[in-house]
């Protein structure tokens, strides 16, 4: 079973990664990334570089709409990618929240709103550029 903070943590992370993508903030972002994946091995690191080289090189080649809609995309993706990191490495946490703050920190204003947080209790209900989330936890929290 998946610990119920992962799924948050994680989609804060992707957040932070797909707002930096065509930013200045970009190549902080990626090394931030990239030491992150390390923690899964050597060709599991390489994959993720090049993952965020194909990503980064996509939102650079878009704009405008196009670009909204390519971030909407690719934030999921990276979502399921740091749980998973998360769920083989839980001690990676804090780095992991840690990095996402730091990225958060160095975004254009413009493109804080996809670096979007919320946590609250149990439940959570946030709305980011018209999809919603909603994350229950668990009963006993």
Known sequence: MVAEWIAPLATSGS???????ATDAWTSAREGAVRLFARLGGHREDLAGEWLDEDAAAVEATSGAERERLRAALAPVWQVRLADLLAEFPEAAEELWAWAERT??????AERSWAQ????????YAVGRG?????????DD
């Open 104 to 109: 958060r920190a160095e975004l254009p204003a």
């Open 15 to 21: 957040g932070a990664l797909v707002a930096a993508a």
């Open 131 to 139: 999809s919603q989330v909603f994350y229950r936890g668990h009963p």
């Open 117 to 124: 947080s919320n946590i609250a209790g149990r439940d959570v």
